[in-house]
């Protein structure tokens, strides 16, 4: 269902990038699966290095992610890797594991092909500036929600706030036991 437009997508970024394809060609005919459950992905490598659809039932490579670890994915495939499970050939997983997580879309080199390199650049920088001004923007938000409903509206206690409590809780328990010694020596007299 998802694997050719994703199989096209691999092989779109292998093919600005031969470094990848060379480290892929001497494990052609094998392949690989994909657990992120509930989906599957199977991928064959073939003679130019590059994703095919797999054409065996047994795969030489197995590869589990639970779906509850891809938010880590915003950290980036690093943060993902320690939640993977691999099994199967050991050399041809390292290959994979390798060019998976060096493989980048150079999506200004992409535009420039379309609209000129000038341009492309200014787009690029453009959407970054954008991207940067909507993360700003979000941590204010943040920032102001934390600020009103710590200060105006005080539904949320500040740290301070709670060690101060924390510390006032201990003294008076600490107090009371001291009450309860004086009346226990009382009530011997």
Not at 104 to 120: H, K, Q, V
Request: glycine share 8%.
């Amino acid at each position: 269902m998802f694997a050719s437009p994703a199989i096209a997508g691999l092989n779109h970024l292998l093919a600005d990038a031969p470094w990848a394809r060379e480290r892929l060609a001497p494990f052609a005919g094998r392949t690989a699966v994909f657990h992120v459950t509930p989906f599957v992905l199977s991928l064959g490598i073939d003679g130019g290095g590059c994703f095919t659809e797999s054409a065996t039932p047994e795969p030489d490579v197995t590869l589990e992610l639970p779906l509850a670890s891809l938010p880590k994915a915003i950290g980036g495939t690093d943060a993902l890797m320690a939640d993977i499970r691999i099994s199967g050939n050991a050399d041809f997983a390292d290959a994979l594991g390798f060019v998976l997580r060096k493989l980048r879309w150079d999506g200004e080199e992409a535009l420039s092909r379309l609209i000129g390199d000038i341009a492309a650049h200014r787009a690029v920088n453009t959407a970054r500036d954008v991207a940067a001004w909507h993360r700003q923007a979000a941590r204010n938000v943040v920032e102001n929600l934390v600020e009103y409903f710590g200060e105006e509206q005080p539904l949320v206690v500040k740290k301070a706030a709670l060690e101060d409590l924390a510390g006032d809780t201990a003294a008076l328990r600490d107090d009371l036991a001291r009450l309860e010694k004086r009346l226990r020596k009382l009530e011997t007299r």
